[in-house]
């Protein structure tokens, strides 16, 4: 008869490859805001100025007669763009979780990346849409007039906004992002209640390309996780 010492292995135990592999996406997959700022940026100025939504229909004829093409290139970079947003949106969120920030925060950052995702989509090809069609003779003067209009009138930012408040609370409140971060998305959602909301937009790309770079560099501090107290004495087993 022997007596043996049965220890159970702690919930808590991460494999070495695994934090290898787990440090290197939290400071890779970060970045994508900074590939996401320059593709939209990139896709703003290949379309440069586009007239506004009340263009007569001669002077829209005339524009995308002369520049569909960059029009459509433009659309095809945004289109891009979104697909490193929603990998940047991702990498907010599981900032939040690895830090302790309040779920009812990380779930709004999913939301809004969705959203906002979908929204990009939808604006990058209506874009692109109307660099090919703006100038096939096919189309009427008032079919372009009409989806040039959708195109021109802009979208919902209530996705922008909920992802800067969410990061803002976490920031302030639960310190899961350096405060600077926080209180500059806080900036961001007071000046788009001002006439200088188109600025805040673009300041946008800026936050989320510099967000990109802090999270990268600094990953966070993971929330220590719960495990279960060990046995105070040895466990007999009889073999």
């Known amino acids: ?121 939808n604006s990058a090809g209506t874009y692109a849409m109307l660099g090919d069609i703006g100038a096939d003779p096919t189309t009427t003067p008032g079919a372009l007039q009409a989806w040039h209009i959708f195109g021109a009138i802009g979208h919902p930012t209530v996705d922008i906004l909920t992802l800067l408040l969410a990061v803002a609370a976490a920031g302030i409140f639960a310190r899961a992002f350096p405060r600077w971060l926080a209180w500059s998305a806080l900036v961001l959602v007071a000046l788009s209640f001002t006439p200088f909301s188109f600025y805040g937009f673009l300041l946008f790309h800026l936050w989320v390309l510099l967000a990109g770079i802090a999270l990268a560099v600094r990953p966070g501090i993971p929330r220590p996780a719960r495990t279960q107290p060990e046995p105070s004495g040895a466990l007999p087993h009889t073999v």
């Open 1 to 121: 008869m022997a007596i043996r010492t049965a220890r159970r292995p702690s919930a808590a135990t991460v494999k070495p490859a695994d934090q290898r592999v787990t440090s290197w996406l939290d400071r890779v997959v970060p970045l994508s805001g900074v590939v996401f700022a320059v593709l939209a940026m990139g896709g703003y100025l290949v379309i440069d100025e586009f007239p506004d939504s009340d263009t007569p229909v001669s002077a829209l004829t005339s524009y995308y007669a002369a520049h569909h093409a960059q029009v459509a290139r433009g659309g095809m970079l945004l289109a891009y763009s979104v697909i490193f947003f929603i990998l940047f949106g991702v990498a907010v969120w599981a900032r939040m979780r690895r830090t302790g920030g309040p779920p009812v925060l990380a779930g709004a950052v999913l939301v809004a990346t969705a959203v906002f995702a979908a929204d990009g989509l």
